[in-house]
């Protein structure tokens, strides 16, 4: 549970290069919300995952990660693919 075990920036920066930082940068959660406007500002790659090790509750849930495949945030169908 990253949420409570933390992340360190190699994991979260090998997650971002699957996936890419946008989709599992959570721009929608309560801990974006929390942020700072100069935080919230000018997100880069490297800012956003220095914000997600310091906040990994701005990471969406949940994430599967099985050998080198990411799925971030649940979708019915692409659970279904995974676990077929």
Do not use: C
Request: hydrophobic content about 45%.
């Amino acid at each position: 549970d990253f949420r409570e075990d933390g992340l360190n920036e190699t994991i979260v920066t090998q997650w971002a290069d699957v996936v890419g930082w946008e989709t599992l940068f959570n721009k929608r959660s309560t801990s974006f919300r929390g942020l700072t406007d100069a935080e919230k500002t000018d997100i880069t790659q490297d800012k956003a995952i220095a914000l997600m090790v310091q906040h990994p509750t701005l990471i969406k849930r949940p994430v599967l990660v099985n050998n080198d495949k990411l799925l971030v945030g649940f979708n019915l169908a692409q659970y279904q693919a995974w676990f077929a």
